[in-house]
């Protein structure tokens, strides 16, 4: 299993993050920031490049 695909909504002060697998499992967080939004969308943003390819089930490792 590997991730092949992150999505990224924001709404107002939150942020929604789907996880997508090769194998169509899929999961949901969320989070929420204060101030700087755009600064935000871009921290979750660069991450998300580097979790592709990655197992999701090794949390230690991301």
């Not at 939150?14 to 204060?34: H, I, M, S």
Request: net charge negative; hydrophobic share 40%.
């Amino acid at each position: 299993m590997r991730i092949e695909q992150i999505e990224t909504f924001v709404a107002d002060r939150f942020f929604f993050l789907r996880l997508t697998t090769d194998d169509d499992a899929q999961g949901v967080g969320e989070g929420t920031f204060w101030s700087f939004p755009r600064a935000a969308g871009s921290v979750v943003n660069s991450y998300s490049d580097m979790l592709l390819g990655h197992d999701p089930m090794r949390i230690e490792c991301i």
